[in-house]
């Protein structure tokens, strides 16, 4: 064979791959958001998180405006206390909320964040006040045989 | 006198493991400008003295001097200086399977040295000649018959004038002519280039004819040694059924075993 | 109770295990040589080419072959399972998790092992069987630099390139089948998969995986090779050791790297 005909193969063979690479990098995965945007920290406390994992989204209206950075427990309130990374370019009122919310049926959770409507915003490092926690499947099963068993029992 | 010996070898054994000496207390030496022949039947010991002249293993005991250097004490670099100055005729020519016959002898010189690649297709075009196979520097190891790649393999071997050449069976498996080419390039490479050539192999008549001096191996223990004309003349029953290729003598024709009637029931 | 063939079998049982770490140890110091020696590949980067050749392009066919085929198994499978929970939209995310975190970097190097690692057995095995080998020591240029380190880092380099290209090619079968073909939507086959594709947890951990699997394998393969007794059946034995303990080493790699990456998702 050839030197020079090897080294077309070969070389065909590198571009080939570094090529796949990068098809994967761009067009499968998310590398193309968050390359390395500025962000402020909030943070927000909900009785229950559920599924809620780090890294998983934070929306509002249905954009991705942040990552949730943190998870720990706060043993003096005894509730979740949630950190989350929120590009600078985005600013939240001091009233706004935060929800778990569940993307899909069997989807992941994510946080929501609903704009409030004062002046003032939030900088780096508050926390927003008004949570609404991750629904719960047992406490909706058990809320729900609850109703059932009253309806049943009342009109008697 | 210690001076002309190229190779000198005092008392050197060698075994894999305890209950299996393959060499005993070997003397020789090989003066330089010889081609000297180291022969016995298979599995006498032969290849492996080789190996240890070549550096390949340290010997159980004695010492083994190559240019006045004992060959198993030297380092990794050591070595690799002193082989670059020795050359191997392996059995079936060992040619480096994907290079042609050209890289192939050429593989040395480009390893080692620094010279153009002018002055490499000069040189191994005239190694070729040596060895009558200059037009077939373009073929491959695969397209070559057994003898044509020994004669590229000796060409090899020799590329960057060794001082100590090497020959492990070079004559098994020829045909006559072969055999008469390689005998006569043996003779004529040692003398042309000024090397010392040992030669291991149990053909007789081929290299009784070519060499100076015989050292005859019978399992691991130097038996005899003499001039090839010493060697035929000798009445020793060793030697002189190897020589004349005695079917029976010392060394036995049957594998040890029963006696014969009580085998067959007669007793 | 200990009669005599008990006591043999034992003792044969012993003679065995402690072989089998003489030569492992073995093993580990011809890996520890071969880095050692590997100055030459890197001053001689032609040499390093030459090798990519014969196991990198070489294998690229059937990587892409059976990655494409691999990609469309996985749409078809995948639409049936997803589709008993009317959750046929995540079928891009199914196709791309599953070929990017482990069938891209476990099935190539399974491939690998069984047609560029047995090849690479061979031609070792053949060189020492037809005392190439011993002819390049004797002319003072060390087997190990020379035909063992550039063969290594071939293959190390080779497999995360065609795990890649397995795993691209595998997402383009997924698609092939699940909206060519079934008619999945489009838009959210890709949304989707971008989506739950991270880059650095998905796609860096499958090529790392590679690298892993590349270097065990490139491994065994030379190892094996180089150690195989100098006969026709040894060099045959050795090629299939090869491809045996690869396939074992690459599936035990796995399990313990999928447990450390993936342990928090």
Known sequence: MERSTLDLWVGLFVVAGLGALTILALKVGNMGSFGGAATYQLSASFTNIGGLKPRAAVKSSGVVVGRVDSIAFDNDKFMAKVIMNIETRYKFPKDSSASVLTAGLLGEQYIGIEGGAEDAMLANGDALKLTQSAVVLEKLIGQFMFDKAAEGGSPK | ?267 | ?265
């Open chain 3, 1 to 265: 109770m200990f009669n005599r063939g008990a006591i043999i079998n034992v003792r044969n049982v012993g003679h065995r295990a402690i072989d089998s770490v003489l030569r492992l140890g073995y093993a580990a110091r011809f890996f520890a040589l071969t880095l050692a020696h590997s100055g030459t590949s890197f001053r001689r980067p032609r040499l390093i080419v030459r090798e990519l050749y014969f196991t990198g392009v070489l294998s690229m066919i059937i990587i892409l072959v059976s990655g494409l085929f691999v990609g469309m198994v996985l749409g078809f499978q995948g639409y049936q399972t997803l589709k008993t929970y009317g959750s046929e939209s995540a079928l891009g995310i199914l196709v791309a998790l599953s070929l990017v975190r482990e069938l891209g970097p476990v099935v190539s190097a399974l491939l690998f092992a069984s047609r560029a690692g047995s090849a690479m057995t061979a031609e070792i095995g053949l060189m020492k069987a037809t005392e190439q080998l011993s002819a390049m020591e004797m002319m003072a240029v060390d087997p190990i630099a020379r035909v063992v380190a550039p063969r290594f880092w071939a293959g190390v380099i080779s497999m995360p390139l065609l795990a890649a290209m397995f795993s691209a090619m595998g997402v383009y079968g997924g698609y092939l089948i699940g909206v060519v073909v079934i008619g999945v939507d489009e838009g959210s086959f890709w949304a989707q998969m971008q989506s739950a594709v991270d880059f650095r947890e998905d796609i860096v951990n499958g090529v790392i995986k590679s690298i892993v699997f590349g270097i065990a394998v490139t491994w065994i393969a030379l190892f094996e090779g180089y150690d195989a007794p100098p006969t026709a059946e040894g060099v045959s034995g050795a090629t299939t050791r090869t491809v045996v303990t690869s396939s074992l080493a690459i599936l035990g790699l796995d399990f313990i790297l999928t447990a450390l990456m993936f342990r928090g998702i």
């Open chain 2, 1 to 267: 006198m210690a001076a002309d010996n190229l190779v000198e070898i005092s008392g050197v054994s060698y075994a894999y493991d305890k209950r299996h000496p393959v060499l005993t207390g070997i003397d020789m030496v090989i003066p330089r400008g010889q081609v000297v022949a180291i022969m016995g039947i298979s599995g006498s010991g032969k290849t492996t003295l080789l190996r240890l002249i070549a550096g390949w293993f340290k010997p159980t005991r004695g010492s083994v001097r190559v240019n006045g250097q004992l060959i198993h004490e030297l380092d990794h670099e050591g070595l690799y200086r002193m082989r670059r100055r020795m050359g191997m005729l392996f059995q079936f020519g060992a040619l480096f399977t994907d290079l042609s016959v050209f890289d192939n002898v050429a593989f040395q010189i480009r390893e080692h040295t620094d010279l153009p690649e002018a002055m490499i297709r000069d040189i191994v075009m005239m190694k070729l000649q040596a060895v009558g196979l200059r037009g077939a520097h373009a073929l491959m190891p695969s397209e070559l018959s057994g003898g044509m790649a020994r004669r590229v393999a000796l060409a090899r071997a020799t590329a960057l004038d060794p001082m100590l050449i090497m020959y492990d069976e070079p004559f098994t498996g020829l045909d006559p002519i072969s055999l008469g080419v390689i005998r006569n390039l043996v003779k004529k490479l040692n003398d042309a280039l000024g090397s010392t050539s040992i030669v291991v192999t149990h053909d007789v008549q081929e290299a009784l004819d070519i060499v100076d001096y015989v050292y005859y191996l019978s399992e691991g223990v130097m038996v005899a040694h003499g001039t090839p004309e010493q060697m035929r003349a000798s009445k020793d029953p060793l030697v002189h059924q190897f020589v004349w290729g005695e079917a029976d003598g010392p060394v036995a024709f049957q594998y040890p075993s029963r006696n014969f009637s009580e085998e067959l029931g007669l007793v």
